[in-house]
């Protein structure tokens, strides 16, 4: 099956870090746009940040507090979070958009470009 599996969530308490990793498996991502995502129950999956080739991009709730990366050689993306705080908990899920970008405005910042979906890990910030 060709998705990411998503591991590191846990409970943390506010102000403390967590680092998200994500593993593709089935298929290799290479230099593809990696995206994470999270959902909070009862609200849409909400777009966090992304790597493209070029740059990263953050959306302003998490940016200078969440830090992607990715390593190809071993087929996985990275989401370092500090300073958590109560909003911020959710499920994280990773996915790419393959080969493919786009001349829409903040394109990446849309799931519908997304695929490989994995089953999300669990973060939870709570004192």
């Known amino acids: 099956q060709l998705q990411f599996v998503e591991s590191g969530g846990g409970l943390v308490q506010p102000g403390g870090s967590l680092r998200l990793s994500c593993v593709a498996s089935?298929?290799?991502?290479?230099?593809?746009?990696i995206g994470w995502f999270r959902q909070a129950p009862g609200k849409e999956r909400e777009w966090v940040a992304c790597?493209?080739?070029?740059?990263?991009f953050y959306a302003d709730s998490v940016k200078g507090r969440f830090t992607i990366s990715r390593d190809s050689t071993k087929n996985t993306a990275y989401l370092q979070i500090d300073n958590l705080k109560f909003e911020d908990s959710g499920l994280y899920y990773c996915?790419?958009?393959?080969?493919?970008?786009?001349?829409?405005?903040?394109?990446?910042?849309?799931?519908?470009?997304?695929?490989?979906w994995g089953q999300g890990t669990q973060v939870t910030v709570s004192s």
């Open positions: 996915a790419t958009t393959g080969p493919l970008t786009s001349d829409e405005p903040d394109w990446y910042r849309l799931p519908r470009f997304y695929f490989y």
């Open positions: 089935g298929f290799t991502f290479g230099s593809w746009p």
């Open positions: 790597s493209t080739r070029a740059t990263n």
